[in-house]
């Protein structure tokens, strides 16, 4: 996709959290949660172990005018918790679509917190999305339940490479559409 220069990244409220664009001082939470373990095998692209100063490199590149997609932490310092639980991206597809991803600090798991997330964010529709994908490793029904209960459709089955794993793993993709 041809890059372009974007707005700034909305800020999203939701119950608990505040969904904002990451800043400088997101880095230090975000290399000790990345490097778990846990958290990287959920992921395609985060490898372990997490490298010093890629956190600072992903928050820089997040700031970038012409960034290929956004990043939001997920903030709820606001209601006497962490300012980064866990990270939510949106990725620009062609013919408005996006696709959407998350991950949460393994203490926050089973919260709730990726599922309001992942609402507040479909609500928002920052990028104008008339549809948006995801996939989830089949080994993370967690996030296969977010995903479903936050009205996404399964359609299939596919294969995605997990830098962590170092292998090919099966993944679930799902749809969701948004009347945008």
Known sequence: MKLE?????????????????LRRSDAGPIALYAGDLRVARGTRSIPHPYPPGAAEGLVDRAGLPTRSDDIWAMDGAAHGLGEVLGLIHLVRLDRRQSEISYWVAPAFWNTGLASEAVRG?????????????????????????????????YLGDAEAHSVARGATVPTWTYSLKTGA
């Open 5 to 21: 220069t974007l707005k700034p990244q909305p800020m999203v409220a939701t119950e608990r959290l505040n969904l904002r664009p």
């Open 121 to 153: 964010i479909i609500a928002a529709n920052p990028h104008g999305a008339a549809q948006i994908f995801a996939e989830v490793f089949q080994d993370n029904t967690g996030s296969a339940r977010v995903l479903t209960n936050c009205g996404f459709e």
